[in-house]
């Protein structure tokens, strides 16, 4: 599977809380996936301001609640949602919503999607399944999406880029790509596998 398009040396900083002078589109992505896959981190690492967090410790309490398989070393949760604001080349400013990954916040989905022009799904494929509620909500929300496999250091290295697609039975034209969330140069190359994608989905007119 390949990797996205690799971004400039640099990463685009706007170096304080005001937009930059060049900004021209500004365009609103959430960024989501399953419990524990990477989100609030990939946020984090490329955000030029600070990031909003609303992140809460798990208690003894959500044991019985939140599927916990495969993500037992977390410790906290994001309960709303997280953000962050990136800008790129070209005037274009990303302000990225991160959604929760458990079920149980399924109900805030709506608010937070509301006004979004695309989505970075990001996928454990140690645990593949845990992604299909979360494909099948964009979906049902009609918004265009890169998916974007977070590279755990123990996950598996066997499968080849046509079986992932398979599993999550993406069509031909989603970009997939390979990702390491905590790394900023890599979190932004899959936001801009994203941003292409939503640029190519786009009449030919309104680019």
Excluded at 133 to 156: I, Q, S, W
Aim: hydrophobic letters at 40%; a negative charge.
């Amino acid at each position: 599977m390949a990797s996205a398009p690799s971004s400039t040396s640099e990463l685009p900083r706007a170096g304080g809380t005001h937009l930059p002078d060049t900004a021209r589109d500004l365009v609103k992505i959430l960024v989501t996936g399953p419990f524990g896959v990477g989100k609030t981190t990939l946020i984090d690492s490329v955000s030029e301001i600070r990031p909003l967090h609303t992140e809460e410790h798990l208690t003894e309490a959500s044991v019985h609640v939140d599927d916990l398989d495969g993500v037992r070393e977390k410790e906290t949760t994001t309960v709303a949602i997280d953000f962050g604001r990136i800008s790129l080349s070209g005037g274009i400013v990303l302000y990225l919503f991160g959604t929760p990954g458990q079920d149980r916040f399924r109900t805030l989905w709506d608010d937070i999607s509301y006004g979004a022009l695309g989505a970075l799904v990001l996928v454990d494929s140690r645990r593949i399944d845990a992604s299909f509620d979360v494909l099948g909500l964009v979906e049902e929300a009609g918004l265009p999406y890169a998916v974007a496999f977070n590279a755990f250091p123990d996950a598996p290295s066997h499968y080849t880029g046509d079986q992932l697609r398979a599993a999550l039975d993406l069509e031909p034209g989603t970009p997939m790509v390979t990702c390491d969330a905590r790394d900023p140069h890599s979190s932004v190359d899959a936001l801009l596998a994203l941003v292409q994608h939503l640029i190519d989905d786009r009449p030919a007119e309104a680019r």
